[in-house]
């Protein structure tokens, strides 16, 4: 019996030791992902509803012994920039290796190199209907179903077709004399790369495989 109760009395104690750096662990990590949104948030001001989460358990004990972070997710809930708004844009990262001197010596999160990684945005086609409003060609409306995109000209409904050319997705009207309608990409900040356009019910989405952080991402990141 004196066996058994100082067995349960070492497992609750080993439990409390478990426990308490469980939630220290977590601690640090919610620390981390507070300093990276508000860092985010200065540098990108015309942003709104930004998410900043660490994947990875133990975290602190991976990142100290092996500079590595499982997994980074970022998310804001809109960008507004030069009269369009993305909405739901995401940046996923698998694996993120850091600066370990820098985090110990400066608690700074200076990232040295990430694995796979996607980024993506969406735009409505309500959006980018008043954006192609200011171009003046007689487009009314732009409606986006799946792999389709239409326009309005002149109280008739035509299908164009829509593709990225460099920073901008260009929209090809079939009738002669309209020239084509364009509207920005999200800043390379937000979405940095040139992405494949897919066509959905009333909205278009950007997305992209890349192979480093936007700079001003990093940065953000880095700052103490």
């Given at each position: 019996m004196k066996k058994l109760v100082i067995l349960v009395v070492v497992l609750l104690v080993l439990g409390a030791i478990v426990g308490g750096l469980a939630y220290a662990d977590v601690h640090v990590r919610e620390l981390a992902e507070e300093h990276a949104e508000q860092q985010l948030a200065k540098a990108l001001p015309q942003a709104k509803g930004i998410d900043v989460e660490f994947d990875g358990f133990p975290f602190t004990?991976?990142?100290?012994?092996?500079?590595?972070v499982e997994a980074l997710h970022v998310r804001i809930g809109a960008v507004e920039e030069a009269g369009l708004s993305a909405t739901d844009v995401s940046l996923d990262v698998d694996t993120i290796s850091l600066d370990k001197d820098a985090l110990i010596d400066e608690q700074r999160l200076v990232v040295t190199d990430i694995g796979k990684a996607t980024a993506q945005a969406f735009v409505t086609d309500d959006d980018v209907s008043r954006v192609i409003a200011t171009q003046n060609v007689g487009v009314a409306?732009?409606?986006?179903?799946?792999?389709?995109?239409k326009g309005v000209y002149k109280g008739q409904e035509l299908e164009v077709k829509a593709r990225v050319e460099g920073r901008l997705v260009q929209l090809a009207v079939p009738m002669a004399g309209v020239p084509p309608l364009v509207f920005p990409l999200p800043s390379m900040d937000v979405l940095p790369c040139s992405p494949q356009l897919e066509l959905l019910e009333g909205k278009a989405r950007l997305a992209c495989s890349i192979d480093d952080l936007p700079p001003t991402l990093k940065a953000a990141m880095a700052k103490g």
């Open positions: 004990l991976g990142v100290l012994l092996d500079g590595e409306k732009i409606v986006f179903s799946p792999g389709k995109a």
